[in-house]
């Protein structure tokens, strides 16, 4: 059983920056590959960027690239999203979730653990 737990949302203006965090329970974090999923009202969750077991390997969304940055901490347990030049259609509940595989994937229903969310609101 894993526990996710991310927190860092929050109200930036356009063109700010935000880190988020994730921190998740048990002792097999660093085995799992990590995913960052975002829900925007009346739209789907959709794919974010994910990170493998060791932080080696990063995909990102189109949407993403080049702006945000997934990282982990496998001693702490934790993993980030760094998110910079915000836009305001960056805003949304940004959750994270954890697959019971070492391998990326951009696949929401690969993911078997996810967080509770937090919020993340850009203004123009």
């Known amino acids: 059983q894993v526990q996710l737990v991310e927190s860092g949302g929050g109200l930036v203006q356009a063109g700010g ?17 990590m995913g960052w999923f975002r829900q925007a009202p009346g739209k789907e969750r959709e794919f974010v960027g994910t990170i493998n077991y ?8 189109d949407s993403v690239k080049g702006r945000f940055t997934i990282s982990r ?20 509940v940004y959750y994270c979730a954890a697959r019971v595989s070492p391998r ?11 967080g509770q969310g937090t919020q993340v609101t850009v203004s123009s």
Do not use: H, I
């Not at 060791?54 to 969304?61: D, E, L």
């Not at 001693?75 to 836009?87: G, P």
């Open 17 to 33: 920056s935000l880190r988020l965090s994730c921190a998740a329970s048990g002792r097999t974090f660093s085995s799992y590959a």
């Open 54 to 61: 060791s932080g080696q390997v990063t995909n990102y969304a």
């Open 73 to 92: 901490d496998n001693a702490k347990n934790t993993v980030y999203l760094q998110m910079n030049s915000l836009k305001p259609e960056d805003t949304a």
């Open 104 to 114: 990326t994937s951009w696949v929401k229903y690969d993911y078997g653990y996810w």
